[in-house]
């Protein structure tokens, strides 16, 4: 099956640096979301890319969908305190109603 | 702003019992979902409803089902809960925009069986 590998696992930065991370996968995808999950919640959708090439922003967030259809990347700009948590990138395709989920990237902001 | 909600948040249960997991929204979506997370992992896929009286078995195997009589509410049973049910079990419903579907998630019922 599908595969999504995210990228890096972990991340321990201090309050005001930027953050990228990114999921490449193994076969292409016509969607790309971006969830954030803190611990004991649900994921909470951050930016949702529909085309290849699309870069969107939501606020400090900014995303893009690949143009070969098998990557994304999602940078955070001047972090937070309240940016810590794991983000998770998901693929879909069309007629599949099934997410395929990246592993996660946990966010740490050292004081 | 996704209107999708799972009861309870927390239960904490002993092995052999009967428990069903809430979930509903009010957004009207056709598809739902359900997944199984355990702390700082990916989701599986165990359950997904097309619409009403449509329910198939997801990715993971899970000793769980579902139903979905209404629209609005797709519940999730284990008909005996064991320790290896320990979780976090994720609700989810979708919709369709932008050319693509796009999954919201509800908060998610983290389950201790003793």
């Known amino acids: 099956g599908q595969q999504l590998n995210q990228s890096p696992q972990s991340m321990f930065i201090q309050e005001g640096e930027d953050v990228s991370m990114n999921c490449t996968s193994s076969?292409?995808?016509?969607?790309w979301l971006w969830y954030k999950q803190d611990p004991g919640e649900g994921p909470v959708l951050l930016i949702a890319?529909?085309?290849?090439?699309e870069l969107t922003s939501n606020g400090r967030l900014t995303a893009q969908f690949g143009i070969t259809r098998k990557d994304s990347f999602l940078n955070i700009s001047a972090s937070i305190p309240s940016d810590v948590g794991i983000y998770f990138c998901?693929?879909?395709?069309?007629?599949?109603?099934?997410?395929?989920f990246g592993t996660g990237t946990r966010l740490t902001i050292i004081p | 702003e996704a209107d999708i909600y799972q009861t309870p948040r927390y239960l904490v249960i002993g092995t052999g019992k009967k428990i069903t997991l809430e979930c509903s929204q009010t957004?009207?979506?056709?598809?739902m979902y359900w997944y199984q997370q355990d702390p700082g992992m990916e989701l599986h896929l165990i359950h997904y409803?097309?619409?009403?009286?449509?329910?198939e078995k997801g990715d993971l195997s899970s000793e769980s089902t579902v139903s979905r009589i209404r629209t609005e509410h797709f519940p999730l049973t284990l008909e005996s809960a064991r320790p290896s049910h320990t979780s976090q079990y994720l609700c989810?419903?979708?919709?369709?925009?932008?050319?693509?579907?796009?999954?919201?998630f509800g908060p998610g019922t983290r389950l201790l069986v003793l």
């Open positions: 989810a419903s979708s919709d369709y925009r932008g050319g693509g579907e796009t999954q919201y």
């Open positions: 076969s292409i995808f016509n969607t």
């Open positions: 890319l529909y085309k290849a090439g």
């Open positions: 998901a693929g879909q395709n069309f007629g599949n109603e099934k997410l395929t």
């Open positions: 957004m009207g979506h056709d598809k």
């Open positions: 409803s097309y619409g009403v009286n449509s329910t």
